[in-house]
């Protein structure tokens, strides 16, 4: 029987597990279990790679919990106290975050960034065919109540937040509600939103006037077939979003947009044309992503009818996969040259040359003394980034080493 009163319990929130050799799978998959075990302290996974993957991540832990784990989380302890631990605890969708506040203190003096992460909605009801969110919502998104946003954000001391929703404009009426609450408390923050914002005239007003001072986009692609094809309906806006992105433009807020490179319909020549796009716009970030075949998603099922798939099929575990390279046989090129020009195009982005080009944007990365700050801070981070993490290995195998 495990003892939870006097002993600790290994809680790990797990995005993707990933081992770099299969000996390490088979031998002795997860460390930290092995040990945990034989000190007599249960190990329990949930996130997203237990929830898409519940039978893999049984290997690893005593027991599981799938989806989000507040509706289940105190049976779960009843249990472990009682010895009667279950294998796999299953939560049903609730609203996120109740009453609970987060213990920023333990963050103090630590050298973390001046700014607080915060969450007011969980998942999106879209169905993007390559998009794991939507697999691990099952297309929900929920809302927490305004007055435990607003109790939260009151109880710490920074003005500057970062909402961490994967889609905060989901729900529009929800998020109107939620930005007017925000104008007396005198924030200035960021998210995640969807391009259909710029449709919404009273949208962008209130959130221009909550004190957002831009979102990450998910653009994917300039290609309206492509859009149609993964399923991204917030996307089927003006032709090559021109109307949209003016209109975000004359609010001010700068943009940080997302690309998914690897589609059926992507060229060699049609990858390029996004980075094209982006300079032209003078976007304060972009993202270059080559497609990831998550598993539970429409698009790794297509790819695994098509046999399309590489390193057999588990990429996250797989001792030859490096980050940032395609783990399948695009249509219109190869998995290698996919992967070569996703890099080069981020070295193209974050060239000094093509940096200074997208800073000169009066309306956006030049409109205030803050902006230029944030646009000049976070693009020498991410140029660093982009040259430290490629090539990397996944979990507890040697980084390779990369390029600079």
């Known amino acids: 029987m495990i003892d939870v009163k006097h002993s600790t319990m290994t809680i790990i929130e797990l995005i993707w597990l990933q081992s770099p050799r299969k000996h390490l799978q088979q031998d002795a998959p997860m460390n930290f279990q092995h040990s945990s075990a034989q000190k007599n302290i249960p190990v329990i996974l949930g996130g997203f790679h237990p929830t898409l993957l519940p039978e893999e991540a049984l290997q690893h832990a005593d027991a599981i919990v799938t989806g989000d784990a507040e509706s289940v989380w105190q049976n779960l302890l009843n249990d472990a106290e009682a010895g009667m631990l279950k294998r796999r605890y299953d939560a049903a969708p609730s609203q996120p975050q109740q009453i609970i506040l987060p213990r920023r203190d333990l963050f103090s003096g630590k050298g973390y960034l001046p700014i607080s992460l915060m969450q007011f909605s969980r998942g999106c009801m879209n169905e993007c065919t390559f998009c794991a969110i939507s697999s691990f919502f099952n297309q929900t998104h929920r809302t927490r109540l305004i007055s435990e946003m607003v109790r939260e954000i009151k109880s710490q001391n920074l003005k500057m937040i970062f909402f961490v929703d994967d889609n905060i404009t989901m729900n529009k009426e929800a998020a109107k509600e939620l930005f007017r609450a925000l104008i007396p408390l005198k924030i200035q923050w960021v998210s995640q939103a969807s391009i259909d914002i710029a449709c919404d005239t009273e949208l962008m007003d209130l959130m221009a006037a909550s004190g957002c ?27 090559g979003y021109e109307t949209e992105i003016s209109t975000l433009k004359r609010y001010g807020l700068q943009v940080w947009a997302a690309f998914t490179l690897g589609h059926d319909t992507d060229s060699k020549e049609s990858l390029y044309d996004l980075y094209e796009f982006a300079l032209r716009h003078k976007f304060t970030f972009a993202a270059y992503n080559v497609l990831m075949p998550y ?19 588990t990429w996250w575990n797989h ?86």
């Open 295 to 313: 598993p539970g998603t429409p698009f790794y099922e297509k790819l695994k009818q098509e046999h399309r798939l590489l390193y057999d099929g």
């Open 319 to 404: 001792p030859e996969y490096h980050f940032n390279h395609a783990a399948f046989k695009p249509a219109q090129m190869s998995s290698n040259e996919l992967t070569d020009i996703a890099f080069d195009i981020r070295k193209k982005w974050s060239s000094p040359s093509t940096v200074i080009k997208r800073s000169l944007d009066l309306k956006t990365n030049m409109k205030t003394l803050q902006k230029m700050m944030i646009f000049w801070k976070y693009n020498l981070l991410f140029r660093r980034e982009t040259f430290k993490k490629q090539d990397m290995k996944f979990g507890y195998g040697d980084i390779g080493s990369g390029s600079s």
């Open 213 to 239: 001072l831009g979102n990450v986009i998910g653009f994917e692609s300039i290609n309206p077939q492509t859009i149609r094809e993964m399923n991204k309906t917030p996307n089927r806006v003006s032709e």
